[in-house]
């Protein structure tokens, strides 16, 4: 102990002889109070030993002047350190800012410093020329050479000092003021007016040397105001300075009050600036202030950021002393964290972090820095991933659940076909694709890249590239030009895709419209000589857009079947129209018409079928098809077949038996009748068929055309449906001539026009029970009737027109003028 303590007295006594004027002290000027000498504490001493206060060890901390930022993060993180019950204590030395704090902790007088980190990456990058270069001679003056770093770091200064990271912790803004109303689009528009650029030996002059060097000047072509802070915002306001560059923190109150009294305004940092600044200096990253930072502030000013860093160096020699080193830095690291979340010093903004706060970031971390960064990143990995886990599960038992419910039930959908068929599946790959190359562009330039400074300039930046508008101008690294390049690729590729999707669904809604199975033409024992007829049925007209269905016999030629098969909007089934079980999954019950042919007996090959037996096959498809339907609402009532009304399938086989199935469920068929078929035959299907005999209407037209030569035209004219033609259309007369005459139809048809106007041929009367459908046609169909003739509701009009919506549009009209004519007529009746 004896010994010890005599060591101890005797350095002391060292130290104080070595101090100039220790004992009588320099001269006070009168007036002025004596300033207090700051607390301060040698880094370490040659035998390790090292100072403490209050029984811990303390060591030495840069931050910077009395009214600077730099203080107030050392004092909250001393703070912070006495919240964790740190074992270490720091002594805070009152410095000129980063300039003197980087020169101290190079030449070993600080522990730990606050530099910001432009002034210390040049800093090391000086140490790691000094590396390559051979030590110069002891002796030699190193005042000779002139260094060309940032506060005048030398090489030989940074060569044996070994500058570790411990944490980024807050950001700075370079804040561009000029008084109103002048507003500078380049610094070369300053001239000779006064300028601030900072005060000398601290970080914001240094910032603003570079600033001014990327405009093309140098310090010694301004007119600079040398000056604290304080005295520059105070010459501004009274007009004797045009331009102030300050880097610090956005929202400061100084600046929010020079903004606010309306003496000057921020301006942006040109943006060729911005890239020739980042290109020679890449410690800064590109940023903006955003909007409302300040009074009057509406938009986002582009600018550049550097980062207030916690810096240390690893020169330690005995394992002992980097054992203590690394326990005071996870010490101060601990307080960092706890004065960013602390209440008192929230406002500070600190906030750790060890990587993406420049461009470029060489100064590698301390290990403990190392060692937590991992440590987080391995927590935020395993946070993620498990919100990942959760959302897939939920997203599978959704999955589940809608299953079950049936919601997701649409085969198309499920398939990996029904997903390409999709338009929303290239959609949603196109919009996946730019929202993850907006990010991931974002990421890598918006530290670097004046254009791409916010989400928002990225997102349409990449939105452009999807679209097959690539620029490599836009952007600077080769991996964002290529994500830009595979976006261009990958989202053309999707835009197509999206097209042929959207194509093929219009296409196969389409041929669905062509393929349903409601109100459909069904044609029956189809042959040669009726192709005219899908001709006619494909044209313009009333059935122009009705699926047809065409059941065809193995004895129909293949070039035939091929011709059919280039009809578009024409589905063919290879069935035995004789069989009642091929014919049910055409829907018969739901056609519009039914029409029968006779075989084609040109050919011998394949077998032929009788118009009456697939008649009779039509009939006990639709009994099979109904009993179906009736027994599965039935059951869904949960009726049982006994109770319910649902005749069985035995009663419907008989082709007499066309009572017992209900005539809402038979089709209107028409039956091609032979010349040597009786009509008798097809008594049995009077309420439901119309035979009709082709050969004896071709002959009766061919005659009528050989006797007036007017008759073919106006039949032509009436079947093609052209555009310059008028064709014969029925419609549902309303109700308000419901019990009139038919002499007042005609005379309402006659004076309403339309676009060519309509002439009425006749009445379609409806089928009561009384009358049935084909035996009955010639009583329902009146053509040219009695004047005196009454409508009965249910009549159709049968009248040429340009088409069908004039038709019912007149129709809709008429009530009017008929009322008006029905009035007219009772006075003269009476």
């Known amino acids: 102990m004896r010994h010890r303590l005599k060591r101890r007295l005797g350095l002391l006594a060292l130290a104080l002889a070595l101090i100039p004027g220790a004992a009588a002290g320099a001269p006070t000027p009168a007036g002025a109070e004596p300033e207090p000498e700051p607390e301060t504490a040698p880094a370490g001493d040659a035998a390790g030993e090292r100072p403490r206060r209050n029984g811990l060890p303390l060591y030495s901390f840069g931050t910077g002047g009395k009214r600077g930022g730099f203080l107030r993060i050392g004092k909250a993180l001393r703070r912070g350190l006495e919240r964790t019950s740190a074992t270490i204590d720091i002594d805070l030395r009152e410095t000129k800012g980063s300039c003197e704090n980087i020169r101290m902790l190079l030449q070993g007088e600080l522990d730990f410093a606050l530099v910001q980190y432009d002034v210390a990456a040049e800093a090391f990058k000086a140490s790691r020329v000094a590396e390559r270069t051979v030590e110069p001679a002891e002796g030699a003056d190193e005042t000779e050479h002139h260094s060309g770093w940032m506060c005048d770091v030398t090489s030989e200064m940074a060569r044996k000092s070994h500058l ?228 897939l599960t939920l997203l599978l038992l959704l999955r589940r659940y809608l299953r079950r419910r049936g919601i997701l039930r649409d085969r198309l959908s499920s398939n990996f076909e029904g997903h390409l068929s999709n338009p929303l599946v290239p959609f949603a790959a196109f919009a996946v694709l730019v929202l993850i190359s907006t990010v991931i562009v974002w990421s890598i330039e918006h530290d670097s890249n004046a254009h791409l400074r916010t989400l928002d300039d990225s997102f349409w930046e990449i939105n452009t590239f999807a679209t097959g508008n690539f620029s490599a101008e836009t952007v600077k690294s080769s991996t964002a030009r290529f994500i830009g390049a595979m976006a261009t690729i990958a989202g053309l590729g999707f835009l197509a895709w999206f097209t042929a999707a959207l194509t093929s669904l219009f296409g196969r809604d389409q041929t669905r419209l062509f393929q349903r199975l409601k109100g459909h033409i069904v044609i029956l024992n189809f042959r040669e000589e009726m192709l005219p007829l899908i001709r006619l049925l494909r044209s313009p007209g009333p059935t122009q857009f009705r699926s047809i269905h065409v059941v065809v016999s193995d004895g129909l030629p293949k070039r035939v079947r091929l011709h059919l098969a280039r009809i578009k909007g024409l589905v063919i089934h290879h069935e035995n129209p004789e069989v009642p079980s091929d014919l049910v999954g055409l829907r018969l019950p739901r056609a519009a018409r039914v029409v029968v042919l006779q075989g084609d007996h040109r050919y011998n090959k394949g077998p032929r079928y009788h118009p009456l037996r697939i008649t009779r096959a039509v009939h006990q498809a639709c009994g099979a098809d109904h009993h179906q339907r009736a027994l599965t609402a039935a059951q869904a009532a ?141 009583r329902r169909l009146l053509v040219n009737p009695d004047p005196s003739a009454l409508v009965d509701p249910g009549d159709r009009v049968i009248a040429l027109a340009e088409d069908e919506a004039d038709l019912k549009d007149i129709l809709r009209r008429s009530q009017r003028l008929t009322q008006e004519l029905l009035s007219r007529r009772k006075p003269e009746s009476a």
């Open 164 to 391: 570790r990271l411990v944490a980024a912790l807050t950001d700075g803004a370079v804040h561009m003021l000029v008084r109103r109303p002048v507003r500078l689009s380049s610094l070369a528009g300053v001239g000779d007016h006064p300028i601030y650029i900072g005060k000398e030996s601290s970080g914001s002059f240094e910032t603003g040397k570079v600033i001014v060097g990327a405009a093309g000047l140098t310090v010694d072509d301004l007119n600079r105001l040398e000056a604290g802070s304080s005295k520059a915002f105070a010459a501004m306001r009274g007009g004797d300075l045009l331009v102030m560059l300050r880097t610090t923190e956005p929202g400061h109150p100084d600046i929010a009050d020079m903004i606010a009294s309306g003496v000057a305004s921020v301006n942006p940092l040109p943006d060729k600036v911005i890239d020739r600044l980042i290109d020679g200096y890449p410690y800064y990253r590109v940023c903006q202030i955003e909007p409302k930072t300040y009074p009057g502030l509406e938009f986002g000013l582009p600018t550049i950021c550097v980062t207030t860093v916690l810096l240390t160096t690893d020169n330690a020699e005995h394992e002992a002393h980097r054992a203590e080193h690394n326990r005071a830095t996870l010490a101060l690291l601990d307080a960092a964290d706890d004065a960013a979340a602390h209440p008192e010093d929230k406002q500070l903004g600190i906030r750790p972090r060890w990587h993406s706060f420049a461009e470029q970031e060489p100064i590698p971390l301390h290990p403990v820095a190392d060692d937590r960064e991992r440590s987080r990143r391995r927590g935020a990995l395993l946070r993620y991933g498990g919100i990942t886990v959760v959302l």
């Open 638 to 778: 949960e009726i049982s077949p006994e109770q319910s009304a649902v005749l069985p399938p035995a009663l419907t086989t008989l082709a007499t038996a066309g009572h017992r199935t209900p005539r809402q469920v038979l089709p209107s068929t028409l039956v091609e009748a032979g010349d040597h078929e009786p009509r008798e035959l097809f008594d049995p299907f009077r309420g439901w068929v119309i035979p009709v005999r082709g050969q004896e209407l071709a002959d009766a037209w061919l005659a009528t055309a050989s006797a007036d030569p007017a008759f073919p035209q106006l039949f032509h004219s009436l079947v093609t449906f052209d555009e310059d033609n008028s064709e014969v259309y029925t419609a549902e007369l309303p109700e308000w001539f419901h019990g009139n005459r038919w002499r007042l139809v005609r005379r309402v048809l006659y004076t309403l026009e339309g676009r060519c106007g309509v002439v009425p041929l006749g009445l379609f009367r409806s089928s009561g029970a009384e009358i049935s459908a084909g035996a009955d046609l010639q």
